[in-house]
């Protein structure tokens, strides 16, 4: 079992800056590939991104290339999200994920072991 909670959403003007954590807890955290994924009022989960066990290797979705960037310390147990240059449209609850060693990257929210409880990221114009 791995416990995640996340931490750092907000309120932001467009524009501005958040950065998001996500502690995990329980079985060793560097087994686990790592992701960010988000979801809006009324819309179907969406990846963000995701990062590999090890941390040598991570992948983003077009829509944040360039203005978020994924990082993960293994010895802290942490993931962390680093979102710059916030848009309108990046509000949305920000959830992370855990995914046991397997194909990388992977955008399929079904194949992801363990999830957070959400942390809110409202963006206003």
């Known amino acids: 079992q791995v416990q995640l909670v996340e931490s750092g959403g907000g309120l932001v003007q467009a524009g501005g800056s958040l950065r998001l954590s996500c502690a995990a807890s329980?079985?060793?955290?560097?087994?686990?590939?790592m992701a960010w994924f988000r979801q809006a009022p009324g819309k179907e989960r969406e990846f963000v991104t995701t990062?590999?066990?090890?941390?040598?290797?991570?992948y983003y979705v077009d829509s944040v290339k360039g203005r978020f960037t994924v990082s993960r310390d293994n010895a802290k147990n942490t993931v962390s999200l680093q979102m710059n240059n916030l848009e309108p449209e990046d509000t949305a609850v920000y959830y992370c994920?855990?995914?046991?060693?397997?194909?990388?990257?992977?955008?399929?929210?079904?194949?992801?072991?363990?999830w957070g409880q959400g942390t809110q990221v409202t963006v206003s114009s």
């Open positions: 994920a855990a995914q046991s060693r397997g194909y990388f990257p992977n955008r399929d929210p079904r194949t992801y072991n363990y």
């Open positions: 329980g079985r060793s955290f560097s087994n686990y590939n």
């Open positions: 990062i590999i066990w090890s941390g040598g290797s991570t």
